[in-house]
């Protein structure tokens, strides 16, 4: 899977969390558009970062188990050296390495 879906898998999930839609394990991932395994996979790797998603058996559906605020944001994000020039307050930085230019 490309890096970019991933994202905006995860991205879904935690949308679909928020807003208690996700409905049983069926229902979550179609709507996130992976396979009942990928969605296990997804939560376990979730689970071992500490980020713990629990499912609710008489609301039917997927919880935060811990009273946290996930963001998901752009893991990439493109700077232009303009840009980046007034980020940094119109200073340029340059970085040289031992037996580099």
Do not use: W
């Not at 995860?10 to 969390?17: H, P």
């Not at 008489?58 to 963001?71: Q, T």
């Amino acid at each position: 899977m490309k890096l970019f879906d991933e994202f905006e898998i995860i991205r879904r999930m935690f949308d679909l969390i928020r807003k208690k839609q996700t409905g049983c394990t069926s229902t979550f991932h179609k709507r996130i558009g992976v396979s009942r395994g990928k969605l296990y996979n997804l939560l376990n790797e979730l689970h071992d970062i500490g980020i713990v998603i629990k499912y609710d058996k008489h609301l039917k559906y997927f919880y935060l188990r811990d009273d946290i605020e996930v963001n998901v944001e752009a893991p990439i994000q493109v700077i232009k050296k303009d840009e980046l020039r007034k980020i940094r307050g119109g200073f340029s930085y340059s970085f040289h390495f031992f037996g580099q230019g």
